[in-house]
């Protein structure tokens, strides 16, 4: 079993930055992604950056450049840089990881960009 924790949203204004923060406890043997998606309201829970296989990264066209996923290994943690927040990357932000077929989620943390 797999527990995901996050940490790290808020408020900001437009042209902001937050980091978001998301701590796996459990077995991490044959953990196959992990990473962030979102969801704004009345929307589809969509993907914004994640580690896949080796270490390759996926981010959604929508954040590229502007956002930096990164991990710590050692104590399990994720994280996402958000730079250049705009008002529609306001969402409530979900930590995810895959494991054995098994898909896990954390319990969400709100990013709100606005002036």
């Known amino acids: 079993q797999v527990q995901l924790v996050e940490s790290g949203g808020g408020l900001v204004q437009p042209g902001g930055s937050l980091r978001l923060s998301c701590v796996a406890s459990?077995?991490?043997?044959?953990?196959?992604?992990m990473g962030w998606y979102r969801q704004a309201p009345g929307k589809q829970r969509e993907l914004v950056a994640r580690?896949?296989?080796?270490?390759?990264?996926d981010y959604a066209d929508s954040v590229k450049g502007r956002f930096t996923i990164s991990r710590d290994n050692a104590k399990n943690t994720v994280s996402l840089q958000m730079n250049s927040l705009k008002p529609e990357d306001s969402a409530v932000y979900y930590c995810?990881?895959?494991?054995?077929?098994?898909?896990?989620w954390g319990q969400g943390t709100q990013v709100t960009v606005s002036s």
């Open positions: 459990g077995s991490m043997l044959g953990v196959t992604a």
């Open positions: 995810h990881l895959a494991r054995l077929r098994s898909d896990y």
């Open positions: 580690f896949v296989g080796g270490g390759n990264t």
